[in-house]
């Protein structure tokens, strides 16, 4: 919300999270006694170094996640980001750390890896060639 607006009101969350402004205030209060956001009411609400520290980690994660399924599941943006933020909710940390990992190997990785083997995968994805892998015999039966 910062980023999209500059600022972020208790409104502006309730709206977003379809949840009263009194259950905002009550988390907005929990959140600045652990040194998160700096609040108080009736104004606008500010991350604390710390609380930018971990939104901007649970940011990545988030964007990781997202593009793990975008890639590899080849789904549009907006079934990638409801997907996302159902998933991040119930993933395993080992799990998470993995797709994270998997999206930075794959965006530093040579082409000559991954874009064979990624449009191998859309192309089966969409009907149009079955499961074949060229080097491994054993895939192909």
């Known amino acids: 919300m910062k980023r999209e607006k ?3 009101r208790v409104k502006d969350i309730a709206e977003k999270l379809n949840i009263s402004p009194p259950s905002v205030i009550d988390f907005l209060e929990k ?3 652990e040194g998160l956001i700096v ?5 606008r609400i500010e991350l604390t ?3 930018l520290s ?4 649970l940011y990545e994660r988030h964007e990781a996640v997202k593009k793990f399924i975008k890639v590899l599941l080849m789904v549009d943006d907006e079934e990638a980001e409801r997907a996302a933020c159902y998933i991040e909710h119930g993933i395993g940390e ?7 990992k998997f999206i930075k190997f794959i965006e530093k990785c040579p082409s000559e890896f991954t874009t064979p083997f990624l449009s191998s995968l859309y192309r089966y994805y969409e009907g149009k060639e079955e499961v074949v892998c060229p080097k ?3 895939c192909n039966k």
Not at 39 to 43: A, D, F, I, P, R
Not at 54 to 57: D, P, S
Not at 94 to 100: E, M, P, Q
């Open 54 to 57: 971990i939104g901007r980690e």
């Open 94 to 100: 080992k799990t998470l750390d993995r797709i994270v």
């Open 39 to 43: 609040y108080e009411k009736g104004s």
């Open 49 to 51: 170094e710390k609380g």
């Open 6 to 8: 500059g600022y972020i």
């Open 31 to 33: 959140l600045a006694r």
């Open 136 to 138: 491994v015999e054993s």
